[in-house]
């Protein structure tokens, strides 16, 4: 062999969301497939069979990001949402922030509550039995010495934690979103010993895994959950934007100027400002709100009780598509929920919305990084959803002054690209 292919290195990535898997929960580790092979790695890919798997929304049109020679292998799993489907009488498992079922019902109270007291850490851990047995054939099998899981689902994790335990690999437990932080964890009405084994989970990943990457500003919360926990291994590595995504030919502003909000609207999201002051600009300013994902009802109810306002709700569309929407409105609308855990969220769309160089309105009770990110790289504003004048004054400049740059150099430092490269290093 050459110096060369000495070098390469394989690296199993075990992650339950991948294609036709839709939404954001795929897209991570799609696009880090897709370029790791650039630095001179080489992923394995461990996933559900889809024909086993309970996903909330597909989308087979990402399937155009796997490289047909990529390794990826499927197993079996045990749905155990089919008991939760049953109680509830619905028709998928439950969107993230349950926005797909709005006020529940007493049904779906119990169903809730069986899902966050007895599927510890989650309901989707009848995959875990399977994964790992071929996790530990593909081990052997390509001498792989790198381990990467991912969550959610959190119960991804234990299938690293036992691997540690029983092969002389390195894991690296990679977090998209906060465990027990999560902003809709108490919607799952855990008990005080609910709450003690998910923590004791949480725990032990973060104590035995060798490194800790996280898609959120979150390591002080993740380091104070244990004193075991070393923070140096501990690394914020950002979602981001694919560049090729964004190469649109054909792409141009809508005529009628279009406020588009991407990704899922929860009812504990403060949007009723908003509303009221898109509202108060009619007639002098005619506007499009559009609507990307899901929307509560609560909260479709609310924005379609305005007979000035002109909505627009697309429902989930292929990734392609919300991509070439993003780049056609005039403004863009990013908004937290309800909670003290903003400060260092970062939703993925907030990657592709930069990319999208249309100017971003963010708006949040408290000043998150996000935000920050926002203002760094020139791309837009951040308001409180109290600040209704503001929120006028800055759909108003958009309105009348269409022309937006942003700071290039700054925005490309979210690029998947150079993520992957930051990626490698972590593997190496």
């Known amino acids: 062999m050459t110096q060369q292919h000495t070098k390469i290195k394989k690296v199993l ?22 370029y790791l092979p650039t630095s001179e790695v080489i992923p394995v890919i461990l996933t559900v069979d889809p024909h086993k798997a309970e996903y909330p929304i597909q989308d087979p049109t990402l399937q155009k990001d796997v490289d047909p020679n990529i390794l990826v292998y499927k197993t079996t799993a045990k749905g155990l949402y089919s008991l939760y489907k049953k109680i509830t009488r619905a028709k998928t498992a439950p969107y993230s922030g349950f926005v797909n079922e709005g006020k529940p019902r007493f049904r779906q109270k119990v169903a809730r509550f069986i899902r966050g007291n007895f599927f510890l850490p989650d309901a989707r851990k009848g995959w875990n039995k399977y994964a790992y047995a071929k996790a530990v054939e593909l081990i052997e099998k390509y001498n792989i010495q790198t381990v990467i899981t991912t969550g959610p689902p959190m119960s991804t994790h234990l299938i690293g934690l036992k ?37 004791a989970y949480e725990r032990e990943v973060l104590e035995k895994s060798d490194i800790v990457l996280t898609a959120n500003f979150i390591k002080e919360k993740l380091v104070c959950k244990s004193s075991k926990i070393i923070p140096d291994k501990i690394h914020v590595l950002t979602n981001g934007f694919d560049e090729e995504d964004f190469k649109t030919e ?119 990084m996000a935000g920050k990110i926002i203002r760094d790289c020139r791309s837009g504003i951040t308001l409180s959803f109290h600040d209704k004048e503001g929120i006028k004054k800055f759909i108003s400049t958009a309105y009348t002054q269409p022309e937006f740059q942003g700071d290039s150099e700054k925005i490309s430092r979210y690029s998947r690209q150079t993520l992957t490269a930051r990626l490698s290093q972590f593997i190496d």
């Open 163 to 199: 691997l540690k335990k029983n092969k002389n690999i390195k894991w690296i437990a990679d977090f998209r979103d906060p465990w027990t932080d999560i902003y809709y964890y108490h919607d799952l009405y855990p008990t005080r010993i609910a709450q003690a084994i998910d923590k």
């Open 13 to 34: 990535v075990i992650t339950y969301y991948w294609p036709p898997a839709g939404g954001p929960g795929v897209q991570r580790w799609l696009k880090f497939a897709k």
């Open 250 to 368: 054909g792409a141009n502003k809508k005529e009628e100027f279009t406020i588009t909000y991407a990704g899922t609207l929860a009812s504990s999201y403060p949007v009723q400002p908003f509303i009221d002051a898109v509202a108060e600009l009619y007639p002098e300013k005619k506007i499009v709100l559009q609507f990307v994902g899901k929307v509560s009802e609560e909260h479709k109810a609310y924005i379609t009780s305005k007979k000035n306002i002109k909505a627009v709700f697309t429902g989930f569309i292929p990734h392609e598509r919300a991509v070439r929407e993003l780049i056609e409105s005039q403004l863009l609308l990013l908004i937290f929920h309800h909670t003290n855990q903003n400060e260092g969220h970062m939703p993925g769309k907030l990657f592709e919305y930069l990319a999208a160089r249309t100017p971003i309105l963010c708006i949040e009770d408290r000043e998150s």
